[in-house]
Structures are given as C-alpha cells and as structure tokens.
C-alpha cells in the first residue's frame, strides 16, 4: 500500500481559497490514480475529484465543477487540490487516496472501493 499524508486545511472565510496537497510514498506514484473525498459531520465520505496516473484525465463531483481543480506533480509524489471560492458547505475532513492498480483507466473513479490507500484526512472550515 501507499502511504498518504495530506497537508493544507484550515480556516478560511466564504469566498477564500485553499490548497490541498498530499504527499505519497514509494517509487511507483506515477502509476497510480488519484482521488480527493470529503466526509462532513453527520454525512457519508463523497467523492470529491480524481485524476488519472498520466494526469490527462481529471474528474469532479457537480459542486466543485469550476471552483476546485485537482493536478498532480509526479516528480513530486504529490498530488494537489486548489479549492478556490469556497462556500460554507466545502467544510469537511478532506482525504486524498490512490488506487495502486497500475494505470487503471477504469471509469469508477468516484467509487471509495476503487482505491485502497487513504490518508489520515486534513481538516477544511469555511466561515460564513
């Protein structure tokens, strides 16, 4: 498995922006695909927006369309979500996970089975 470590959440007005990034271990990252999901409190974990193991392809739930965009710096192990014009239902634990299937260019990205490595979540508040 890979290991996650996500980093950039906190506190920010209506409005504001924040990005999230989550780093990854091991020399194969390049190869895997990418998620970020969310969970509330009192709500199941949604899917947020993926992205493929090239980066060609990128995935969003209908609520983030055009506010938040996912990338990916391999070279890095990292991938990234730049959350701009943020609204009070945004807040939530944000969790990034891989799917270590190698090059998976399935269609289920937004399907918590599809991935099999989750980070610890990092936490985004936003105020009204």
């Known amino acids: 498995q890979v290991q996650l470590v996500e980093s950039g959440g906190g506190l920010v007005q209506a409005g504001g922006s924040l990005r999230l990034s989550c780093a990854a271990s091991g020399r194969s990252f390049s190869r895997y695909a990418m998620g970020w999901f969310r969970q509330a409190p009192g709500k199941e974990r949604e899917f947020v927006a993926a992205?493929?193991?090239?980066?060609?392809?990128?995935y969003y739930v209908d609520s983030v369309k055009g506010r938040f965009t996912i990338s990916r710096d391999n070279a890095k192990n990292t991938v990234y979500l730049q959350m701009n014009s943020l609204k009070p239902e945004d807040s939530a634990v944000y969790y990034c996970?891989?799917?270590?299937?190698?090059?998976?260019?399935?269609?289920?990205?937004?399907?918590?089975?599809?991935?099999?490595?989750w980070g610890q979540g990092t936490q985004v508040t936003v105020s009204s």
């Open positions: 992205i493929s193991w090239s980066g060609g392809s990128t």
């Open positions: 996970a891989a799917n270590s299937k190698p090059f998976y260019s399935g269609s289920y990205y937004y399907r918590e089975y599809e991935y099999d490595s």
